[in-house]
């Protein structure tokens, strides 16, 4: 059986998710939905012949046909959107953040109780491939009793979107949120732990200097150092700079215990490189005891690198989307998961305003008594 997915907004990542189902195989996008006439023009000549196109995700919905949602809308859309998506009886991938606050996020975690199909929160940088050898090797006991995890992401500004939706916290939640819930994702994974305490220092300025939409100043921030500490005792640190795109390594994630170090390394986007040319992606193995590394360089698939600018690990999620869609079981990344995400964000932005630490155990205490 093919599955028939719908995708609600067509922008950069909603081209992007159509391109990695169309690799898939075994599933197509038969339905778009988007008001916004160019994107869905573009997104239409993407998916190709027959796909049917809406200028609003309720008229889509409500023409059936579908055996899945995909939510790529702006991030401040997804707490309308989600709502009349969780009234059907589809599962649904929701692009990050799940929402722009943790108000919105716990909402929609009520909603999600209440029905039988599934919601998956698209967490990629679980499934790039540096990053998935990481996670095993640190559950095999590689690092041993795991202490310490940092993570750098020194990448290109945020691109440009319809309407500079991006450039302001009031529709993203703020950088913290929109960019980086993804890297509190991880920490949680990796750590097998919960967040307790945030401490966050950052600024803005860099990019988006001189900027000015129907006068408004953009006010996001483009850089930011973020300390986490957790409940098993372990901390995690988040270094993010987006005006630093000469930068070859993208990513660059650190998880240290008492046996080793192992990294993973992950390029920016191939298409910054020369030529547009395949980058590699690195595990490195640091070990304690004999004081010698192993270096193993991890090369993705072409067509799966060109399909997208998340090193393949949008295509390795619809993998795991679609068997799960077939074969029944939980999704990778639940609505809980995406609350926690955005709670760390959202109390790393309130700690850059203030200057002060966030105390997130009454927020544990609060969503999940």
Request: charged share 25%; net charge negative.
């Amino acid at each position: 059986m093919t599955l028939r997915y719908g995708i609600i907004g067509t922008g950069m990542m909603g081209q992007e998710h159509i391109r990695n189902v169309q690799l898939l195989g075994d599933a197509e996008v038969v339905a778009i939905a988007d008001p916004d006439r160019t994107m869905l023009g573009s997104a239409q000549q993407l998916a190709g012949e027959g796909v049917r196109t809406y200028f609003t995700h309720t008229e889509m919905i409500a023409a059936g046909g579908l055996d899945a949602l995909i939510v790529v809308a702006p991030n401040h859309l997804h707490h309308a959107i989600m709502r009349d998506c969780m009234e059907t009886d589809l599962p649904i991938l929701c692009e990050k953040p799940l929402g722009i606050s943790v108000a919105e996020c716990e909402d929609m975690a009520r909603w999600a109780e209440d029905r039988a199909a599934p919601v998956w929160v698209a967490m990629e940088y679980r499934y790039m491939p540096p990053v998935a050898r990481l996670i095993e090797e640190v559950a095999d006991g590689r690092a041993g009793d795991l202490r310490m995890l940092s993570i750098r992401e020194h990448r290109f500004p945020f691109l440009d979107k319809v309407n500079h939706w991006n450039r302001f916290n009031a529709q993203t939640g703020g950088t913290l949120v929109e960019k980086c819930c993804h890297f509190f994702d991880l920490m949680r994974l990796i750590l097998q732990a919960e967040p307790v305490r945030v401490f966050a220092s950052g600024s803005g300025g860099v990019n988006h200097a001189g900027e000015s939409v129907d006068g408004r100043v953009p006010d996001i921030l483009d850089h930011a150092f973020v300390i986490v500490e957790f409940d098993n005792g372990s901390r995690a640190m988040l270094d993010l700079c987006m005006f630093a795109e000469g930068s070859y390594w993208q990513e660059v994630i650190s998880a240290t215990g008492d046996k080793a170090r192992i990294d993973a390394m992950i390029p920016g986007p191939a298409r910054f490189a020369p030529g547009g040319s395949e980058r590699a992606s690195r595990l490195v193995i640091s070990n304690r005891g004999t004081r010698m590394e192993e270096v193993h360089d991890i090369h993705v698939d072409q067509a799966v690198l060109a399909a997208g600018d998340h090193h393949g690990s949008t295509f390795f999620q619809h993998e795991r989307f679609a068997r799960m869609i077939r074969e029944g079981g939980a999704p990778d990344v639940t609505v809980a998961d995406g609350l926690i995400a955005v709670a760390v964000g959202a109390a790393a932005e309130q700690s850059v305003r203030t200057g002060l630490p966030v105390d997130l155990r009454p927020f544990h205490e609060r969503s999940f008594a």
